[in-house]
């Protein structure tokens, strides 16, 4: 496969691109440092001189829109009276609103927060902190994935011992949050400390941070490259000239540097000097090093390491030299020319002169193929196009390569719009058998279907891609018209379009695997659809509700496991950022408009779970209770509030659902405050008989509050009926002398009668019923122990009778062996033999 270099911009796209042309061409000024966002749209510089820094300038691509007023540029300078502030860093982010953002990181520890309007290159300042607690802190080196921010941090040193001075810089982390009101930044977190100097590098496809040896650090531990792995908090050690040495789990406070290294201190002698001379992300997760020598390797984010090639140092080192890598493919430039390896081989595809001396390769594990950008502006690596006549061979291997391209495509445009940073393959598209993002296949199918006949071909094409998508094909379609039809309808009909719309969306959701970016467009249409959406979960789950006061549903098993789904993130965190998991959605729209249908849903999702899973295992999805799930959507009960009874009723209810002796308990705990003491009891009767120990559990309870107060004396009967078999008088006795209130009145010969206290009258029924089950089993277990069949007779023994052939011998034998009881006699049997 050739590939070619296409410009794809020449700089007269940009505001400012006459300038921006003639600062890369060094025409004026000394260009520090230059930042490229991910998608190519925004550049910026440093300008000033190799000893201070001058002046930051900024430049954004015009929209084709146009601009509707003049645009604001984020430059800064970078001069102090007290003198220059050097810039560590610069980040283009983007929130979950779509909204760009630039995040200015300068060595005094300071970050300013710029964002940009939705269409316009108008920036605006929006917040700006502190990294560091430290006011003499300084930032060396500073990587983040737009989530959470990593940073090397100098510190003074505190001796002038020569490691103390070495090893005085720290790995901190923040935790970032980019939202359309702001920026949110988390406590510090020591992620190593009294560690040398290090260069880091965040790569979003692995969630890794490299951390590189910086030129400062010493000879003994420049060999030594350390990756953390922030999700799973664990940092592996390794060496360019070794491999993975050890991993190990990050301690609460931060893990010393020292303590790391004492665990590779027998490696360190063999591991050497090892001098890197450039890095750089690949797309795989991993890091790319290339040392002095020219040997060039990826690390990965595990710690091992695979060599890739071999240069010749006097060529490869004498300029600077870019790389990056993309799938399979890596792109080398030095020396004016762009060198293709493949990685899985290492050999050369391919050498292309170029007229620069110098490019940056810009971010592209978004998707798309490399670009870089140079002097005269930014080009693309493609491959370069067939012939337009098609031969006989390509004839019969048409539909095979056409049906390669719309798959590579369809992984480019789902890969652009994922929020995940895993790097999704035509390989794992196939493998998995389905389309995660269908809509985006079917564009490009409906784009290349435009020309259906392709001269030469005969049949139409892609009829094995046809037929596989025909049905999400005719559904999107379907679902396409619909959208169509509520843009263009009018009042009257706009309602019905939606029920429709919110139906069929609801409909496809539920059918398929519900990731954070089809949950938060869930979401989206429960709060903006409110009504409609209920009516589509009665539609899609066909629930119904009988005469007898139970709900059925028609659902497949499918339909209930996304349902029931998302249990891990049922949380409190997911439920304070407005997130909900489709269960929860589904509770709060019951409590909403049918809320005395909630105890019955969970009900029936409890029985569906059951017949589907098995109850004991890990790969369950409910692992947090059902009821405790339902609860969560409940409104919280304010004091002297109207719907405190409502809320509490409800959560009766879904308590007393789960039938779990502690949500038992705690319902009837709800019902003795709220004095609701007939449907106390009307619990305590139907749940008594679930389990003996609950009924314990439930009569003891009760037995204690019968002690404290007369509330339920007109119930003492249906109470007492409560009373286990197995519980004795003096038991029933010592509850009620725990829990009877203290009275602090003195003693009187004569004391006034309390209406409040227990009385014996009221306890002797119970006492007389305990006393008299007691006797009763008493008597039986006497009976039994009396009755003449106690133990059981001996059974009779039954004599053998032996065959008149037997000898005495073979007798004798058979009584060692234990067949014959030993009672046989020899003298009836000679006598019979006589006979």
């Given amino acids: 496969m050739e590939f070619v270099t296409e410009q794809i911009s020449d700089f007269t796209d940009f505001t400012r691109g006459k300038q921006l042309a003639d600062l890369l061409q060094h025409q004026y000024g000394v260009v520090l440092k230059i930042w490229v966002s991910g998608d190519g749209k925004r550049i910026a510089l440093c300008i000033g001189t190799k000893e201070r820094y001058g002046e930051l300038l900024t430049f954004d691509r015009i929209c084709n829109s146009g601009l509707l007023q003049p645009p604001t540029y984020l430059d800064r300078s970078l001069q102090q009276p007290s003198g220059s502030v050097g810039l560590a860093d610069l980040f283009y982010l983007q929130d979950r609103n779509g909204f760009q953002w630039a995040a200015l990181v300068l060595q005094n520890g300071r970050v300013e927060f710029w964002k940009c309007k939705d269409g316009m290159s ?77 260069r880091l590098f965040f790569n979003v496809a692995s969630e890794g941070v490299f951390m590189v040896p910086a030129a400062s650090a010493p000879g003994t531990v420049s060999g030594l490259l350390l990756i953390w792995l922030p999700k799973e908090d664990i940092l592996s050690v390794s060496a360019p000239s070794h491999g993975l040495i050890h991993s190990q789990k990050l301690t609460l406070g931060g893990s010393d540097f020292k303590t790391v290294v004492l665990r ?32 060039l390797s990826i690390v990965y984010p595990t710690g091992t390491q695979t060599q890739i090639c071999h240069l010749e140092a006097s060529k490869a080192l004498g300029t600077k030299v870019s790389m990056q890598a993309l799938d399979s493919l890596l792109a080398l430039f030095f ?3 762009l060198y293709l390896v493949n990685l899985n081989t290492g050999k050369l595809v391919q050498k292309i002169v170029l007229t620069v001396d110098e490019l940056i390769f810009l971010d592209c594990f978004g998707g798309g193929d490399i ?71 079917s564009t490009v199918l409906q784009n290349y279907l435009k020309h259906k006949r392709v001269k030469g071909l005969g049949q139409e094409p892609c009829s094995k891609l046809l037929s596989i998508m025909v049905d999400e094909l005719q559904s999107y379609s379907s679902l396409e018209e619909l959208k169509s039809c509520v843009v263009n309808a009018n009042e009257s009909d706009i309602t019905s379009f939606c029920e429709e719309l919110v139906d069929q969306e609801l409909g496809r959701l539920l059918r398929s695997d519900i990731d954070r970016g089809n949950l938060v467009y869930l979401n989206m249409i429960f709060c903006t ?24 549903a028609r659902a497949t098993s499918d339909v209930w496991k996304t349902v029931v789904g998302q249990g891990d993130i049922a949380s409190q965190e997911s439920l304070v950022n407005g997130v909900f998991p489709v269960f929860e959605l589904i509770c709060h729209s019951l409590y909403r408009f049918r809320p005395k249908w909630l105890p019955k849903f969970v009900t029936l999702t409890q029985q569906h779970i059951c017949g589907s899973w098995n ?18 959507v409940l409104p919280k009960r304010e004091y002297n509030s109207t719907t405190t009874l ?3 009723e409800m959560e009766v209810e879904l308590l007393l659902c789960s039938q779990r002796p502690k949500a038992v308990m705690q319902a009837i705990k709800i019902l003795i405050d709220l004095k609701k003491w007939s449907r106390v009891i009307e619990v305590a009767q139907t749940c008594s008989q679930i389990s003996p120990l609950l009924r314990k559990d439930i009569f003891t309870f009760l037995l204690t509050e019968v002690s404290q107060h007369r509330n339920l004396d007109n119930y003492s009967d249906q109470l007492w009926a409560l009373c286990p078999e197995d519980m004795s008088a003096p038991e029933i006795i010592n509850i009620v002398l725990k829990n009877i209130p203290s009275s602090n009145q003195p003693l009187l010969p004569f004391p006034v009668r309390n209406e409040d206290q227990l009385s014996i009258g009221l306890l002797s029924p119970l006492l007389i019923a305990a006393f008299k089950q007691r006797s009763m089993l008493c008597d039986q277990y006497a009976a039994t122990l009396e009755s003449p069949s106690f133990p059981p007779p001996t059974p009779p023994r039954d004599h053998c009778i032996i065959p008149r052939t037997c000898t005495e011998p073979a007798l004798h034998v058979l009584i060692q062996q234990e067949i014959l009881p030993r009672t046989t006699s020899l003298p009836d049997i000679k006598t019979d033999s006589a006979l």
């Avoid at 920036?123 to 003499?136: A, D, G, I, K, P």
């Avoid at 409609?532 to 539609?539: F, G, I, P, T, Y």
């Avoid at 999805?621 to 609860?631: E, M």
């Fill in 529 to 552: 659809f409110p009504r409609e959406a209920w009516e589509a979960v009665k539609s899609n789950l066909q629930l119904q509700s009988n005469g007898a006061g139970s709900l059925s």
């Fill in 122 to 198: 108008t920036w605006e300042l929006m917040h700006t902190c502190e990294l560091c607690n430290s006011l003499r802190g300084r930032v060396t080196s500073v990587c983040t994935n737009g989530t959470i921010i990593v940073w090397c941090e100098e510190r003074p040193a505190t001796s002038t011992n020569s490691v103390s001075s070495v090893c005085r810089y720290c790995i901190c982390k923040r935790s970032l949050e980019l939202s359309q009101y702001g920026v949110i930044l988390g406590g510090l977190k020591i992620v190593l400390h009294d560690c040398p100097s290090y």
């Fill in 335 to 337: 020396d004016r020319v």
């Fill in 264 to 295: 590779s201190i027998g490696l360190l002698s063999f591991t050497g000097i090892h001098e890197i001379h450039n890095v750089a992300l690949s797309s795989c997760g991993g890091l790319l090093l290339m040392d002095k020598s020219g040997r």
């Fill in 371 to 441: 670009s870089f950008l140079g002097k005269n502006g930014i080009y693309m690596v493609k491959r370069a196009t067939g012939p337009k006549n098609y031969g006989q061979h390509y004839v019969n291997n048409a539909e095979l390569s056409l049906e390669e391209m719309i798959f590579e495509e369809a992984c480019s445009y789902y890969q652009r719009r994922s929020l995940s940073g895993t790097r999704l393959t035509v390989e794992k598209l196939k493998k998995e058998g389905t389309f995660q993002a269908p809509i985006m296949l």
């Fill in 646 to 648: 409502e809320v509490s």
């Fill in 615 to 632: 109850y004991g295992s890990k790969d369950r999805p409910d692992r947090i209770p059902l009821y405790k799930r339902a609860l969560s």
